[in-house]
């Protein structure tokens, strides 16, 4: 089973950024769709941002046109440049395949103040 493990949250204020990475210890993100998604305390795990395995990429409304997402097929990495960060963006960010079917990772925290 492939494993994904998520990095570079933390604490930032608005308006900031940072850049998500997630590792896998497969080969998987040349053949599948992956995505970052994102949950809130006391909401539901939504998809932000998906890149296929031809490189489209799309996201939600509420993030587009402020993160961007990426990914190196050769370092099994894919990446979240996340701008322009607003207090509604803070949340645990995870990645995995689209649908999900792998085990999910531990996450990585972001948290923005305002």
């Known amino acids: 089973q492939v494993q994904l493990v998520e990095s570079g949250g933390g604490l930032v204020q608005a308006g900031g950024s940072l850049r998500l990475s997630c590792a896998a210890s497969g080969s998987i993100f040349s053949i599948n769709a992956m995505g970052w998604y994102r949950q809130a305390p006391g909401k539901q795990r939504e998809l932000v941002a998906e890149?296929?395995?031809?490189?489209?990429?799309n996201y939600a409304s509420s993030v587009k046109g402020r993160f961007t997402i990426s990914r190196d097929n050769a370092k099994n990495t894919m990446y979240l440049q996340m701008n322009s960060l607003k207090p509604e963006d803070t949340a645990v960010y995870y990645c995995?395949?689209?649908?999900?079917?792998?085990?999910w990772g531990q996450g990585t925290q972001v948290t923005v103040s305002s």
């Open positions: 890149i296929t395995s031809g490189g489209s990429t």
């Open positions: 995995n395949t689209i649908p999900p079917f792998l085990f």
